[in-house]
Each structure stands twice: as structure tokens, then as C-alpha cells.
């Protein structure tokens, strides 16, 4: 069989049927909550940390998935096993978890505020990292933009729970293409402070330390931890704080951190270029240390990945 | 056929086949706009206030769904014509608008910030109003209380459009029930003052004026403007500003207005009785009027309504 | 008997004896919500208009008094009339009513924030109007001063509650008196718009309309209603909106409006002059008028005033 | 003699004659400062901490109270003394210090925002600790609840200084118990972040450390202090920084620093459980060590204490 | 002689010795209140509106220009007429006044805080209208885009003072230029409210009636000011209130009213077109307006303008 | 030649000759980055960290001077050697530095939001320090008070570029001198905290430790660097929190940090004494160790100068 599979509500099913009725809350709120893994060799990497988020943000939500985390885990490990059969072997996985509280009972119920969810739809599906298509960022860095619009603050929606009702950034990235078509877009939070992009946490050098802003705005990402945890390996300090626009543009570097490519240089802030416009050491030596870590080079498996 | 059909991405299919791809941006993002009619007597009732604000929020989205403002007209009152056929005679209709962008093309892009969405996903539904369960609405009023969570301020994703990215509702409504599993959410704005219901406008009665939030942090809403329009049939006036909890707990009246059941009188706020706690004289004429514009006595049909 | 008497929980009480339980709630928390009424030819003004708002605030609070609003209309009047007898006929009272919602059962409960109160504390005593001390405003006018403190915000405790937690106000009059001993303290909003004085609404004359604060963050004056009375009679426009310095500064003319002295021109801000720092013409109008109403000359009577 | 005396003003009086006249700022304005201290074995316990923080309080108010910290502390020992002598063996004593600054001179001048204090009001008192009230705290845990009210931020009057304009914990308590009349009010600041109760610090426990919020917006606890010292004896990290409900809901424990019982475990917030539900290993070390300092083991004090 | 004279510190000189010592506070402080007039037919056009408030400016800056508004006016009238007689014909001027509060005594004085300065600096100035240059504001329009930068709020340095401390609108023009080099800055407020663009002020058009920003932010613009009379001559109603982005892109119309050209259609936000994309007929109507108030077309004079 | 020189826009010119026409952006838009920097024994101090700033500003404002930093060096050092040679011995310089986007092409275009700056104007000066103006701040400290303006916002225009766009803080200034003419603003920001003066970074003491406001809201000065360098050299703890009123009200003590005389210590706020009112040791300890670093007694110097 050629096709991938998707664990949806107990069941795998082949990926081209994996819908959600239009009755679904993921749908009818966009209250999903969800994480990203991604494989090296075709094992998932840290896969316990991303299911450890999913289930605080299930618990912040007060939703039972109706399976545990280890059940989870397992179901997991299953499906990556069998979808990344279906690769060629330079290829990796990007694994999606999703959960929702599940359909409405009776639609206009929620049109009164009243909406009663079923049980919790669960998806966990995968999909070929798209490794050619981040070539760019490893060879002319990342171009961010901060638009107008601003971050949904805590006290809305609480970033620390990565989540699916992700309007703001949609509105925010047609915004940011205005600049340039290829640039991501950096959030401001309602203060002005850096936040993150949709996909990164964001994090910069200044005299050899690495800053990030505080976790007040935004998702303690996972792979932020693995650059933390590398840093203190290496011996290169790491601080959160408040940064604005300011310290970026004067930065002496900045990168993103994020599980499908795990760090990628930031070059351009708003069109001014940050540092000398290169990768710059900390980030190499960062991604050389998670190059051992993974026991993959990180940036030649995209430098020299090809599309599926 | 026994079943009701839904337009989807320009076909009608039976509802049970209704679903979306797990790649659609409604569920990946929450990236969709969305609006619900309802009919009276069987006919939709003012469909085209409806439409003119889907195609404003698609326009704030730079989203074209392909349909024009007339074409999805038509086929609005062609499902309703078909689906209504399917009900008992005292049975209502809502009809569900709502458009996503489409589907991410590569998924692994979206986390890297630089989806790029396919064709709009455009979808019509209907569902038989439950009239029986607003009963209790006009029996004993709504109670709404105000959680601790605040609403998404306009400078993040503006409530003027009418949208599914809604985890802070889905969030706040969990703090709501644990006041009272009846009562309904009324979100304050960052700066305290009144908001919306996640369903409803909210409207108070001072002094023989019905007053409302100023338009910069709520839905304009079909049904508020029906009220508006009332108010200057009846004489009464209405006017705008910002209004806090203070306001409402010293209101002569307060109600909601809304697509469903059109008005509800709200009776207590966190948990303090409104007014004498009943339906005040404005609400009441302003209801009898809309039941005359109706052309249906649409208290007694909810309270006359039995379930489906 | 020479002495005022004062009305403290259901009893008549001689004014030396009137004092409250160092539990009483008034006393630890601060929990108290007041009025001040004012007699002309000494009997009540708007007394009515008092208790209505100190009903409301008591709803606010959910604070039940135990006498009915015309309980205490009849217990105020009779206190009046009782230790007006003691006044000479030149002399006209202030009548404070204040409610606290009684005594810490078990004082210790209150630092655990179990804090349950006994019985309501109701208290309602008199003072002879120092109308002596107030002739300095109708001759030079109130200079007001913006210190850097910033008015409690309605998400905290609504100012449309008359109430005395107002620590503020004393750290912000420090403040103030350091400018100009005998200044008055005009509070900023958290954005920087005008608000209020401790005891009085704040109203600028432009092009001839008299313009205010919104009601957002001030009390809705009695006195200030009367303007409003009285600006309709006169064919005066009164508009209500947000009002930062720049608007004082700039303004024609500048007054209070409060109960003990009904009006006074504020003739000064910062340092500033106002207009042609003289009481303007409309000022003069409108408390004409109001002398008018009241059946007092109000601005003869404090400048004819001796000290008691 | 069986009757506790109270300081007031300079004297000794018998509790029962303890009362403020109805002019003093402390119930005209709530501007009153306060202390609570504790003993263990009928002494004091920090109270020099105490008192130095009344002072700095008095500092900033600028009032000076007539009498010198060290005076301040040797009364406050005499009171304990006498007032201990009236209690069981096994009972503690609570001692309050508050001070006003002292009663307005003519009363109507308050209303003009010219108040004019004549000498301040000191009163210290005792009362016995209700320990049997909080042996629920110690078996079940304590419930915070989040209300919609939000805490008085800095820049109107700094929590830092302990003070009874505490008309928004009234309030915000009324919300409280709405949810669960047991719990506890955790008052969020205007950005959303976590503040304190209203009498006792809040702290949390995540990867082995304490995390607190930030002095910002709560009152420097000398119990939060007393935490701070354990933890350094312990080897355990303390650090402040911002923190939200997500990270509550999602900590490994939590629980309150105060005075009157030390430290409680909090085991929900908002409804959603706490780590386990139960007391945790960090809260247990502390509590042992802070038993050591005391000389008292503080739980079994409690929950073999009975009502006095 | 052919240079233009500028009347200096009380003396006129030619243009090229116009200029200001390095000490001056316009230019070590950006100290400087500011306006700019126009002519028709070589005449200057409401010189009295920019003079009031001119002097409005300098009162809320506590700054004696040494001339009063009668003595600015007539020299104001005398460098019109001098410096007009060096145009061809069919040109006009612009007139700049401004006023800053002198040269600092003691440089260093000013890194102190302590800057005394001396007699205030009165300039004033023409040039003539480069007309040509905005014919493709009639012709097509003009792009308004809002940055992520924000406009300083009034209570640091209110906008209703016609300012150059605007380093915000230098570094916000840069990020605009990003997105269109010919766009226009339009600035949001903290709240992403709407305010103005760096030289006008920002009108839409929505069912007939024209609305603006409150006055909160903005500059009260003398041709705001004529947009609101001819609105009134009209029967076009004008209103106030916040306006955020979506009301713009869902807007009939937006324009801009402005000294140099009166008004001009604002036909695209963000990239996204307004209304049809062409200037609208409440544009129309009050732009012909304009012109029969001025006695001059001006589209025309613009479209049929060359470069001097 | 018994004329200071200014480097102005490539040429050195003599100080009576040095201005800037008035079409400059530094006059019209106060665009201007600026840094000053003083000499000890008339040998510049610390040249090269303001220029490293210097050049960050440029960055920031995307303007290219012209020259490089190596250059601006250069030309520095050689003004300062030239214009020092006019001095007495006992005298020292202080060396301004700013930098101008240039000239307004067209004038008006300015107006319309279009202005394209022509080259910028770069210009260096020098003035003998007025160190005799500051003998009273060694003697009696600095008096700093808030007033109710709050300092612009890092998401207008960030402090960390010393900028000329300071009509807040003239505003400002006329606040504090109403409290005290010889007072020096410290400005609140936006939440209420400390930010710095006009001319300083502030700083207090607080349990041996020295404490800053954070950098989100001030300049990174390179004085305040100084100090942290020394109090690493002293052993010194040194720390960045938010502050408010009440820390430094309760502060052990408080001082500036600044380029003309290094350090001053900070003795009042708000009319209320800082610690004991005197110096402080920490104060006193830095101090010396400045003198040290700098080979000069700082404070004997100023204590000793006279009028220039």
C-alpha cells in the first residue's frame, strides 16, 4: 500500500480520507490544540517533550483526549514507523498532533453560547518534510517583518498553548508579504515587544549571550529548549527579556528556532539587515552541536534535498 | 431523499458527507469567516445583511471564494428552499455561511510561517433551529457573567468580522459555567468595559434609552441593527458608549439581540438580578415589532417549539 | 440639647458618641460606599437623587442595608430638621450617608480572605457647611493640578460608585500640594484623560458648549446632572467625551460642580491659566440659574459667610 | 481582668471600647496603612520585618505616626504580653498594627479636596488566631479563583504599601464565591498576570524551583521572605518573573506565603486541579523547615487546634 | 531683488541666511510648535485658524513668542505679499510659521535637565507649492499603509500640538516606503485605533455620512475643519468616533484633508483597494465645495501645474 | 584664534558660524540621533562607546552619515585637541556629536508625508563644561520629581537612540519646576515605572545592591555602563528590575549616572527624602572609583571649578 495513514478517533485511516466533519469545533472555534515533531533518520526527536505540551495545553483546555500520553506516544511511534516506509530514505517526517473538544451537539447552540462538544476529536497525522524548500534559509538567512497587527496577549489567549485559532497570524502575513513575498512575520506584542513568528521562537546575540524574549508572549518552544539546553553546553549564556525592534536591528545576530528546520539565520529585520547579513558564529556553533545531537548535519540534509 | 444537502466548494452534497480535509486552513489556522441567518416562516430573513458582511470580512481577509455576492445568493435561497422542505411546518431554519482560505499546499510550510493557501473553501449549511431550548430565555432570561478571560482587541483580529478564532471563547465559557452551567459569557475588553456574548450583541435600557458598546470591540450585528432600526419606528432612542459591569448591574433593562431567537432578555450579571428581574416594557415592544416585521410571534413560537 | 445627633445603626446617637468597631469593615478594607447631600435655606437638595445612586451603589456592591430607600429618605429628613435647629439661620448643613457592610466576624478570616461580614453599618450624620472656606474659589477660582498618580481604573472599582477607598486620592493630594498648597487634585485617566477631582466633576466651556469627561471613569455627579438641567434650560449644548490637559488649557472657561458649593471656576491648571483666568459667562449663567433654583443667592451666600 | 487591650492613640483601652470616630480618614478615605504579625508560643515572630514595612509605608504616605519604630516595637511586645495572657496555652495571638492619618478637621473640606489631617491615628490590637478555620487549607488545599476585577496596578496606589483601600478585594471576593464560596481570590494585574490573594503571597513550584511573580504588583510579603530564606537554606531556586494562569494550571505545585498559618498548598484554580491535587514535596520541605524556625510544627497546630 | 525674504527673530532676511545656531531648542530639543498655511489666488487661506492655534500651542508649551497673534498676523500678510511677487502667476505659496522656545544658555546645561532658554525663535517662511508633484494624488490616489509603529499618545506630547518632535513619523515613513515607496503613513494608536497621516487628517465615508478619529489623537486640522463646514452646508453629516483598519477597508470612500491640497482620495490600505479604487462622490461634491470657498479649482490648478 | 571650532558637514567652521538652515530635518521633524561625551583632563572619555552608539542610531534611522566610525573618531579627536587648546587648564570639554537625515528637498513635500531628505548634516561641537553649575548636587543631591507626563513609548520612538525629538520631556520639564525650579524630571512610563531623566540614567540602592530600571524604556547609557563596570570591579551586586515611586522612596539610596559629571546622588523625590538625605557609601564608593578610572577627583574638580 502507497498511501500514508492518519490516526483519527481511534482509528487509521488512509490520509485521503482523513476529514473532519463541518460540525467539528476545531472547525466551527478553530479550538484545537496541537503540536508539531519532526523526524531525524525517521525517529521522531523529543517527541515526548511535544506530547508533554500537548497534554498541559489539554489540561489548560479541560479536555480528556480519552487516550493517555503513553498511549499516545505508542500511537505515535506506530504511525511514523509505518509512513515513513512510504519514503525514500533521505527523506524525513513531520509529525502533526491535533486534538479538538469535538463536534457540536446541536449547531445553533453554539450560536448561543451554549455549545456542548461531543467527545474530543484526535488526529495525529504525518507528512515529507519539505527539506528543499528551506534551502534559502540556510543560504541567504531569514527576512522578518513586523506588521501592524499585533499578538494575541495571555490574558486573551495564552501563546504557552499552541493553538489553532491563528487569525491574527493569517491577517498578519498578508500584511508582511506587502514588504516581501518571501519574509515571515515577527509579532509585536501590545507594548511593542518581540514576540515570536508563527512557526519560531524567536532569539538573538548580543556580546556572546543569546536573548529571547520572556515566555510572557510566547510558546516555550521545544526546540528553544533544545537551543538552551545547548547553549549550556557550550557555555554560551542565555537570558530572557524584553527586546523591541531596536535590539534586533543592532543585534549581532539573530535566528529562529522551530522543529522542521530546528534553527535558521535571521538576516533581515524590516529591511535592515542584522549583523553583517551572514549566519554568524553562535548560530553555527549552535547548529553544529544540534548536528551531533540529531546525528544528522541538519543544514546539508536540506542543502542537499531534492522535492519529493 | 430525507437528507439535507450542503453547498461545499461548489457542490450540494448530503449533509452526512459534509467534512473538510485536515489541511483545510479552517481547521489548521481558524482562518475562516463565517455568518449564520435564520428563516422566518421557511424564508431566510435578511440574507443580504448577512452577505454584505461575509464579502466586507473576505475583503479584510483578501479572500476571493470565487462566488459572487449574487451567485452565493442564489444558492443560499436554493438550500433553503431544499432543506426546508425536510422540516415540519413550525420548524425554522439556520443557514450557515463560512469560507476558509483553502488548503495549505505544503503543510510543513504553514509551520514556517509561508502557507500558501489553495482555492477558498466555500460552504453552506443548514441545521433546524432548536427553538425549544431558548425557552427558558424568555422565561426566565439569560444570566451572563463576565469571566476573567478578555476579548481579542481589534488591533489583533478585529471582532467587526465575524470569525472562527474563538479559543478564547471556548476558554472563557469553561470559567463561565463554573458560575452557573446556564449562563452565558459577556467578555470584557482589555480596558473593562462590555463586549459581546460569543453569540450575541448586548444591549442595555437606561432612562428609556437603549444603549450599546461602541462598535470598536463587537460584532455590528444583523439583529442589533434590526434593533436599531425598531428603536426609530418606535421612538426610542438608542446611542453608543462604552458601559461597564457598573452599567449593567444598575440597568433598568438589558438584552441580548442575535440571529437565532432575535432578543433575549438578560436578567442577572454575575450572578446580581437586573432591573426586577423580568423582561422590561422596551424589550417587550421592541420584540412585539420585530414579531410584526416577521410576521411571526416569535416568543410564542419558541415557547410553543418542541424538539425535532 | 446642643449637640448634632447622628443616626449610626438604627439609633440616634450623639454626635461625640458616633464612632464605628475598629472590625467594622469601613475601617479594615475601606469597604464603604458614601453620598454627601447639601441643604439650601436647610432642607435637603436632590436628596432623592442621592439615595437613588447610593441604592445603586449598594447593588453594585451587593450590600443590603436594611432600610428601605424611603426609610432612609424619612430617617435623613428627620435629621436634618433635628440638627438644623442648631444651626443659626445663616448656616446651611452637609448630610453624609455611608454604608459598610459591617464587622470582620473573625478578624483573622480577613488576612485569609474569608472576610464575612455582620450586619451592614448605616450610618447618616450632618456638619454646618464651612461656606467661609469656600470664598477664595468664587473669588480667584480652583487652580487644579495633574499630579503623576492616575485614577483607580472601573476594571478595579468603578468610580460610579461613590465609595471610600481612596488612598489614592491622599498620595495624589500629597502630590499636588507641592505645587500649590492650595490646588486641587485633578486625576488622569490610565491614557491621560481628564477624570475628576476628589470631590467634584471637572466641565470646560468651548465655542460655548460645555463639554465632560465620558462617565468611563468619573462619578455621575448630582451636581453635575443639574448642570446638565440647567444647560438644557438655558439653551446651553453639553456634549460628554474624552478630554485630555491640552483641551484645560485651551478651554474658554473651566469649572467644578459638586455638591457643597454646587459650582466654582477653575482658573487655573499646572500653572497655567485658563481662559482669562476670571470666572467665565457661561459659569455665570449657569449659577445664576442655579441660585435661581435653589432659592439662594449660592456665590453671595459663601462670600457673605463667617466661620462657624 | 479577661479583656484584651487595644493601643489606641497613645493609650491602652479595653477592646470593647476600641472604635474610631466617624471623622477619621481611616473610614472618611480608607487611607490607613496595616501590619498583621503572628506569634508562635504567644511571641512575636518577625516583627521587626513588620514594623520596618509599616515605616517604609508611613514614608511613603508621608505621615508620620508620633512614634519611633523602636517605641512602635516595645508597646506592640507589651500588648502581646498582657493580651496572651488571656488566652489557652495552646492558642497564638494575631497582632494588628494600622495607622491613619487621623481625622479630617472640617469635614465638608474633604469633599473640596482639601483635607486637612489633624494628628494621626495608631491603634495596635491582638486578636486570637482562629487556627481551627484553617485545618481545610492544610487537608484539602486552597481553591484560587481568578474574577473578572482586576488588582489596582502601581502607578494608582503601589501594593507595595499594605493598605486598606481594598474596595476592589470586596468586590472582587462577591465574584469569587460565585464559583466556589471556599475559594480564594487570585487577583490578576491589568496585562493578566498573576498577582497575590488578598492576604497571602502566591507562589509556584515548576522543574524544582519557586517561581513568583514579580514585586511589580504584590505587596513584598515578609512570609514570601521567610520562603525566600528557606529556600536558599533548602537549595532551592527562587526566581520572579511574570507568570499567568496557564502557568498555574500547569505547575507541579503551588501555594500561599501569609502570616496568619505560614503557607498553605493551593490544589485548584479556576476548578482545574493543581499538580496532583495534593500538598507537594516543595511545599512540604518549606513547611518543615519554616516548623523548625518557629519552634512550632505549624500544620499539627492547626489541625489539632480547636475552636476558642 | 529675487529671493524670498523669512522673517527671523524679528528681522526679514533673504532665504539663504535663514538659519538656526546648532543651540537653538528647535534643534537640540525638537522643542518647536509649528503650522503651515496656505494661498489661493496668492492669498493666504484661513491664516487666522492656523494663527489661533498657533497661539493655542504656545500657551500649552508656556512660550511668549514676543509678538502677539494681531503683529504675526500682519507680518505674516507682508511676507505673502513680498515673496508672491517672485511667483509666476499661476503658483502659490505655502507659509510656514514656527516657534521654538530659543537657544539653550548652557549646552550642557540641557544633558542636565536644566535648560534655561533664552528668547524664544520666531521664523517665518514660504515656498512655493510643488503642485505638480501631487497630480497623481488626484489621478489615482493615494496608498495609506499603517506600520507596526505607533503614534505617540497625548500623554506624552499631545497631537492636538502641531509638533516636530517626530522622530516616530520619520521611522515609521521608512517602514511604509517598504511596502510602496509612494504610500503615505497613516499611523495607529496604542489601542490600533486610526489616528492621521504625517501632514493630514484621515476621513471615510460609510453610508453617506463622513466619519473622523475622535480628537483624542489627532491634530484638530484647520481643513478638517472647512471639510466639516462644507459638510454642513451640504446636509452631509459628520461624526466621531475610534475607526480601526476594517472600517477603512470597508469604507465608501476615505480621503485626506490637508493645508498644501486641500483633500485627496485615499484609495488603498495595506494594498487593499477602498471602495471602487476612485475618488467618490462625497469626495466630489465637497472637493467642488472647496473650490467655490477658494475661488480656485483646485484639481485642476494641480493637474495643470508644472515644476517651478 | 580664540574661536571654538565646529565640524559641520565635512568642513570645520568657527562656533558663531555654526547653523543649520531651516529646512533641515533636525529642524523640521527633530530627526535627529545626537550623543555627547565629556573629557577628563581634556582627553574624550569613553569616545569610542558613544560612537559605537552613534553609529547603532544611524542603523536604527537607516541614515548613513557619510563617514565612517573610524573617521568620526578622527575628526573628534582632532576638534577636541584644537578647541581644548582654548581652554584654561582646570577646564573641561563636553563634546556634542549629531547626526540629521538632511534637508526637506521640497518643502512642502514634507507636508504631504513625502520628505526625501538630501545628504545628511553631521555635526560636531564642543563646549567647556559648566562644572561649577553642579557643585549643588554634590553638596545638597538632586531633587527629581515625577510629573504626569509619562515618557514616549518604545513602540513610538525607542530611548535606546538618544534622539532630539524631546518635546515631552519640554513638556515635562515646565511640570517639575512648578514643585521645584531646581527639581530634574524623572519620567513614569506608560505602566508607571522609572524610566530615567532628561540627561541620566537613575539608579538606587536597596540592600547593597544597586538597582535599574530595565531597558526597555531608557537609554543603555554609557555612564550606567561605567557603573556596572565599576560595581563589578567593587564587588557590587547589580541588577535590572521594574521600579516604581515606592522603591525609591524606600531606597538606602539613589543617584544618576551620567555623562557631564558622572554621578550625582539623587536625594528627594517628590518633596520626600531619599535615605538619610545625605550621599550614600555605595554612592561614595563608585564614586572614587570613578575618579580613579578617570585620573581626575571628579567631585573636588566640580567643587573647585569656577565660572567659565
Redesign the interface.
Given at each position: 500500500m502507497t498511501e500514508s495513514l492518519?490516526f483519527?478517533n481511534g482509528r487509521m485511516v488512509p490520509e485521503s480520507q482523513?476529514?473532519?466533519?463541518?460540525y467539528?469545533?476545531?472547525?466551527?472555534?478553530?479550538?484545537?490544540t496541537t503540536e508539531?515533531t519532526r523526524t531525524f533518520r525517521q525517529r521522531p526527536f523529543r517527541l515526548l517533550d511535544h506530547l508533554g505540551r500537548l497534554y498541559?495545553s489539554l489540561?489548560?483546555?479541560?479536555v480528556d483526549p480519552g487516550l493517555s500520553r503513553e498511549e499516545m506516544e505508542r500511537v505515535s511511534e506506530e504511525l511514523v514507523a509505518h509512513n515513513a516506509g512510504l519514503l525514500r530514505a533521505d527523506q524525513e517526517l513531520?509529525l502533526?498532533h491535533?486534538v479538538t473538544?469535538g463536534e457540536v451537539k446541536?449547531?445553533?447552540?453554539?450560536?448561543?453560547?451554549?455549545?456542548e462538544p461531543s467527545r474530543p476529536t484526535v488526529?495525529i497525522?504525518t507528512?515529507p518534510?519539505?527539506l528543499h524548500?528551506?534551502a534559502h534559509f540556510f543560504r541567504e538567512g531569514v527576512h522578518v517583518?513586523?506588521?501592524?497587527?499585533?499578538?494575541?496577549?495571555?490574558?486573551?489567549?495564552?501563546p504557552?498553548?499552541k493553538?489553532?485559532?491563528?487569525?491574527?497570524?493569517?491577517?498578519a502575513?498578508?500584511?508582511t508579504r506587502?514588504?516581501?513575498p518571501?519574509a515571515?512575520?515577527l509579532l509585536?506584542d501590545?507594548?511593542?515587544?518581540i514576540t515570536e513568528?508563527?512557526?519560531?521562537n524567536f532569539l538573538l546575540v548580543r556580546d556572546g549571550r543569546v536573548l529571547s524574549p520572556?515566555?510572557?508572549n510566547i510558546l516555550p518552544g521545544v526546540s528553544r529548549q533544545v537551543v538552551i539546553e545547548l547553549c549550556d553546553r557550550l557555555g554560551i549564556a542565555f537570558a530572557?527579556?524584553?527586546l523591541?525592534?531596536?535590539?534586533v536591528?543592532?543585534a549581532d545576530e539573530a535566528f529562529l528556532s522551530?522543529?522542521?528546520?530546528c534553527m535558521a539565520p535571521c538576516t533581515k529585520i524590516?529591511?535592515?539587515t542584522i549583523g553583517d547579513g551572514k549566519p554568524g558564529p553562535v548560530f553555527n556553533r549552535l547548529m553544529a552541536a544540534w548536528s551531533d545531537l540529531a546525528g544528522v548535519d541538519i543544514v546539508a540534509q536540506v542543502l542537499e534535498s531534492r522535492a519529493g
Open positions: 492518519v483519527l482523513a476529514s473532519l466533519r463541518i467539528d469545533m476545531g472547525i466551527v472555534l478553530g479550538a484545537t508539531m498541559r489540561r489548560y483546555m479541560n513531520g502533526i491535533f473538544p446541536t449547531y445553533a447552540g453554539s450560536a448561543a453560547g451554549q455549545a488526529c497525522h507528512f518534510l519539505p524548500m528551506w517583518v513586523t506588521p501592524s497587527i499585533r499578538h494575541v496577549p495571555p490574558q486573551c489567549v495564552d504557552k498553548m493553538n489553532r485559532s491563528r487569525m491574527h497570524w493569517f491577517l502575513d498578508r500584511e506587502l514588504v516581501d518571501k515571515t512575520t509585536l501590545l507594548e511593542g515587544n513568528t508563527s512557526g519560531a520572556t515566555l510572557r530572557e527579556r524584553d523591541q525592534v531596536h535590539d536591528v543592532n522551530t522543529t522542521p528546520y524590516n529591511g535592515l
